[in-house]
């Protein structure tokens, strides 16, 4: 009698680690795992959403965390737990219609911002459920969205090969920022929010330095690259920045994870410990740990410092692999 084949892990789609560093949480399909850093042990399971968990974020004080994702061609899905009140239902939102591909908190806490495959991104108040404004100047997917650490901008990367940098109070367009050679699939943002990351197609990662400008009545925004990173000969799937210490990671195909100081564009590793394509990184708050989902359903970790190897969460909490 034949053995039945274990099932396939599901990729690490997302990660982000708790404000206080002592949790990472991990999209994978139909769940998000909830780590312990310092033991490296599963320590909660968040079940029930509706496909693979595409993306997620914390709230500043760290009671919520928000993850999106969805039913491709049928529903975007975005639920908002409060991971220490066991097992409450989270608040459910589906104002999409389509997978949410990025999620972000907005500056106040009072709102979550939400990139989709329906070509929008969305402000919704957290009490009401309801959308508080749609951006809908993308033409195709928008599968990535930031907020800036100083509240003034939200920037959302779409496959239209451009990123578009709204208003963080009023969700008004500011601008359009589009040398990005090819599709973004990537943005983050700078501290303390005037520089933005923008990674895609072409391999390369863009830093975008914003600056306002003033006619007469009107106040625009104008955006111009500062630097350029490079060393992916293929699609960068994602690029982080540490809240502390300077620093830019990015990854993708390759399965190379590239370690910079943004600051003064010094290369301060080349990670090459992931068998297969990074989708996710994710560094922890004070910037010394750095995390990286894979396509093996495995989480890597390594210390910036030095670029070692820190440790691997496997994929107990994955499910067969599904797209």
Sequence with gaps: MLKAADPKPAPVWALAFSPDGSRLAAGSYQKVGLWDVAAKTSAKTLSGHAGAVRCLAWSADGKRLAAGGGKPGELGEVKVWSVDEGAAPPATMKEHKDVVEGVAFSASGEAV???????????????SGKPISAM??????????????NGKYVATGSLDKTVKIWSGVDYKPLANLDQNGG???????????????VAGEDGNVRVYRLSESKTGKLTGVNGAVARTFGGNRTPVFTVAVAPKGNLLAFAGQDKTVHLFDYTSGARKGTLKESPDAVYSLAFSPDGALLAAGCRDGKIRLWTTADGKPAGELGAEMAASERK
């Excluded at 939400?114 to 070509?119: K, V």
């Excluded at 809908?136 to 650490?149: F, G, L, P």
């Excluded at 990537?186 to 005037?194: Q, R, T, Y």
């Design 136 to 149: 809908t100047d993308h033409t195709n997917r928008v599968v990535s969205v930031s907020v800036s650490q």
């Design 183 to 197: 599709q973004v699939y990537s943005v983050a943002f700078l501290p303390p929010g005037d520089q933005v990351a």
């Design 113 to 127: 911002v939400t990139a989709g495959i329906d070509e929008k991104a969305l402000a919704t108040d957290l009490r």
